[in-house]
């Protein structure tokens, strides 16, 4: 008995807490960087950013179909942002640094230095983002290749 209660007495009594952070709670996709590319959104910026990839190709075509739609979205941000935290998964990569850096410098290839792929991201500063389409298919899959990146 002795030996135990020895070993107990030496332990700190400091307790130790573990951060606990609820499903939903910390986003993926901040909901203020949604806004802001939702003041370009009739090129359909925020519904790529949330991951809505077909309707920001029709708001990309049809000028946030028609200026009705992109008004409408403004009301829509604060659900496709609880949406796409749900959808995409959180870890090393952040969604919302990823997408700034693929917006302003995607064509040199930033995003993907960011994400640790060195040799397109090579290929991207050295051919403009390969002539503007591996840019573009960039846009359209970012949310999908950060979450495979961060599982």
Not at 13 to 32: D, I, L, N, S, W
Not at 80 to 102: E, I, K
Not at 120 to 141: E, F, K, R
């Amino acid at each position: 008995m002795g030996f135990f209660s020895s070993a107990y007495s030496e332990t700190p009594t400091t307790r130790q807490y573990v951060k606990y952070v609820p499903v939903g709670y910390a986003r993926t996709h901040e909901r203020m960087l949604g806004y802001v590319f939702w003041l370009v959104g009739f090129t359909g910026a925020h519904r790529f950013f949330f991951g809505h990839t077909l309707t920001g190709i029709l708001w990309f075509f049809t000028f946030g179909l028609f200026g009705i739609g992109w008004l409408v979205d403004l009301f829509l941000i604060p659900g496709m942002s609880q949406t796409a935290t749900s959808r995409f998964h959180p870890g090393r990569y952040d969604y919302n640094v990823a997408w700034l850096l693929c917006v302003f410098l995607g064509l040199l290839g930033v995003h993907r230095f960011y994400q640790g792929k060195f040799i397109t991201g090579l290929l991207y500063l050295a051919t403009g983002g390969l002539l503007t389409i591996g840019w573009i298919y960039d846009i359209c899959t970012l949310n999908e290749q950060l979450s495979e990146a961060n599982l």
